[in-house]
């Protein structure tokens, strides 16, 4: 055995990021917005205001705050949500890049 973690046994490692997010879910015309906590190749964090299922497709666009960086645009599958202080906690798997 190797002596790392869990978290650093992952494929992609998660990196901390604090970044705005626009999403609309499948089916929803809306435009809705969070602030993600992290990100990997695979996956996504992020906190709103929105409450979802688990399952449910969203199409997302996440900025940096100071706009150095160019927005990563993809599609991503909720896989679990967790109440938080008036907020939510998503957490999905990426499922295509744009």
């Given at each position: 055995?190797?002596?790392?973690?869990?978290?650093?046994?992952?494929?992609?490692?998660?990196?901390?990021?604090?970044?705005?997010?626009?999403y609309?879910?499948?089916?929803?015309?809306?435009?809705?917005?969070?602030?993600?906590?992290?990100?990997?190749?695979?996956?996504?964090?992020?906190?709103?205001?929105?409450?979802?299922?688990?399952?449910?497709?969203?199409?997302?666009?996440?900025?940096?705050?100071?706009?150095?960086?160019?927005?990563?645009?993809?599609?991503?599958?909720?896989?679990?949500?967790?109440?938080?202080?008036n907020?939510?906690?998503?957490?999905?798997?990426?499922?295509?890049?744009?």
């Open positions: 055995m190797s002596g790392r973690s869990y978290e650093e046994k992952r494929d992609y490692p998660r990196i901390s990021i604090r970044a705005d997010i626009t609309r879910i499948d089916g929803d015309g809306a435009l809705y917005t969070g602030t993600s906590n992290n990100l990997s190749h695979s996956g996504i964090q992020f906190v709103t205001e929105r409450d979802m299922i688990p399952g449910t497709t969203i199409e997302f666009r996440l900025a940096s705050f100071d706009g150095k960086v160019d927005p990563l645009e993809a599609k991503a599958r909720v896989l679990r949500v967790e109440p938080a202080e907020t939510y906690v998503v957490a999905g798997t990426i499922t295509e890049y744009k």
